[in-house]
């Protein structure tokens, strides 16, 4: 085995280590124009450690292709920012991804620069945002994942948002929404994967089409919707978390079949009535379950994973019985 001179192998060790870590090496380079939208991106940018003196593919929370060096990531999770988000985020013309969250003092709206961007993923959750959800967003064509809760958005779901083709998660959860869940939702869509709107002012009937979507989770609590949910539930539907608790629903549960996948299924303070089916005692993954403050009656089935819930998750019904309520009087 011949023996290579010392400097030879440290040459071959840094040529392997520059295919296989490419952006370990390009990773003081910055595109000017990317650079110079970053700079402008909000307007307290002192809040960031983002200085014109570096490059911007090294800043906290930027990331870029190794190849080309344009910004295709942000990920501004770990920043209290403030201020408001400029419209020069519309000149990042590679980014795909936006991830901002807990920053209770960016205020203000979207941009409608934004619709520029080829993105796939836009988070901005968490933060004093306000106003209507952009009707505009609906021109985000390759957008698979939506999720602006925990702001302060108003007004309506825009019917518009259910045209987005190729949407997979949407995440509106604790903000001050009105008016129904657009009835176009996830229509002729299947197996879609998430839909999260609880807490907040929506009412009406949940839309039949979120039962041909065949969502694996469904998160609907403390609303104001009412109606006949059981189109959600079938034994064929691949749903695992299904949360419908604190609204105004009227089923009879006796009708209902579950998946056999689930693994939450919270229907608490709603009307429903009938009685509790012995095929919930078969899932064999369900861990969370209530049914309390409702108007359902006789005796809770057993086994299964039904000891695992204690008297919490029945009580304020009208006439249930049986382990772990008193039993049952004939």
Request: charged share 15%; with cysteine.
């Given at each position: 085995?011949s023996?290579?001179?010392?400097?030879?192998?440290?040459t071959?060790?840094?040529?392997?280590l520059s295919?296989?870590?490419?952006?370990?090496?390009?990773?003081a380079?910055?595109h000017?124009?990317d650079?110079?939208?970053?700079l402008?991106?909000?307007?307290?940018?002192?809040d960031?450690?983002w200085t014109?003196?570096t490059?911007?593919?090294?800043?906290?929370?930027?990331?870029?292709?190794?190849?080309?060096n344009?910004v295709?990531?942000?990920?501004?999770?770990?920043?209290?920012?403030?201020g408001?988000i400029?419209?020069?985020?519309?000149?990042l013309?590679?980014?795909?991804?936006?991830?901002?969250?807990?920053?209770?003092?960016?205020t203000?709206t979207?941009p409608?620069s934004?619709t520029?961007?080829?993105?796939?993923?836009?988070t901005?959750?968490?933060?004093?945002l306000s106003g209507?959800?952009?009707g505009f967003?609906s021109?985000l064509k390759?957008l698979?994942?939506l999720?602006?809760?925990g702001?302060?958005?108003t007004g309506?779901i825009?019917d518009?948002i259910?045209s987005?083709?190729?949407?997979d998660?949407?995440t509106?959860f604790g903000?001050?929404?009105?008016?129904t869940?657009p009835p176009?939702?996830?229509?002729?869509?299947?197996?879609r994967?998430?839909?999260?709107l609880s807490d907040?002012?929506?009412?009406?009937?949940?839309p039949?089409?979120?039962?041909?979507?065949?969502l694996?989770?469904?998160?609907?609590?403390?609303?104001?919707?009412t109606?006949?949910?059981?189109?959600l539930?079938?034994?064929?539907?691949?749903?695992?978390e299904?949360d419908?608790?604190?609204?105004?629903?009227?089923?009879d549960?006796?009708?209902?079949s579950?998946?056999q996948?689930l693994r939450?299924?919270?229907?608490?303070?709603?009307r429903?009535?009938g009685t509790i089916?012995?095929?919930l005692?078969?899932?064999n993954?369900?861990?969370t379950f209530?049914?309390?403050?409702?108007?359902?009656?006789?005796?809770?089935p057993?086994?299964?994973q039904?000891?695992s819930?204690?008297a919490?998750?029945?009580?304020?019904n009208?006439?249930l019985?049986?382990?772990?309520?008193?039993?049952c009087?004939?």
């Open positions: 085995m023996k290579l001179p010392l400097l030879p192998h440290i071959v060790i840094l040529m392997l295919s296989c870590f490419p952006l370990l090496v390009s990773s380079k910055c000017k124009d650079k110079k939208a970053l402008n991106l909000f307007t307290r940018p002192e960031l450690s014109s003196s490059a911007c593919c090294s800043w906290p929370g930027v990331i870029c292709s190794s190849l080309t344009r295709l990531t942000l990920d501004m999770s770990f920043f209290n920012i403030s408001t400029s419209p020069s985020i519309g000149d013309p590679f980014l795909f991804s936006i991830n901002i969250e807990y920053s209770p003092s960016l203000g979207i409608y934004i520029k961007l080829p993105l796939t993923s836009l901005i959750r968490f933060t004093s209507p959800i952009p967003l021109e390759e698979t994942n999720d602006l809760s702001n302060l958005h309506p825009p518009s259910a987005l083709p190729k949407l998660r949407l509106l903000n001050k929404l009105t008016g869940i176009a939702l996830f229509r002729r869509l299947t197996s994967n998430l839909l999260y907040n002012l929506l009412t009406g009937e949940i039949i089409s979120l039962g041909d979507a065949d694996g989770y469904i998160y609907l609590a403390g609303n104001r919707f109606g006949d949910a059981s189109f539930f079938s034994q064929s539907k691949q749903a695992t299904i419908l608790s604190r609204n105004q629903l009227e089923m549960m006796s009708s209902l579950f998946p996948n939450l299924l919270d229907l608490s303070f709603n429903i009535n089916p012995a095929s005692a078969h899932l993954d369900l861990n209530n049914v309390s403050h409702n108007m359902l009656c006789g005796r809770i057993t086994g299964g039904m000891k819930f204690d919490s998750c029945y009580q304020h009208k006439c019985c049986g382990t772990p309520l008193p039993s009087h004939h």
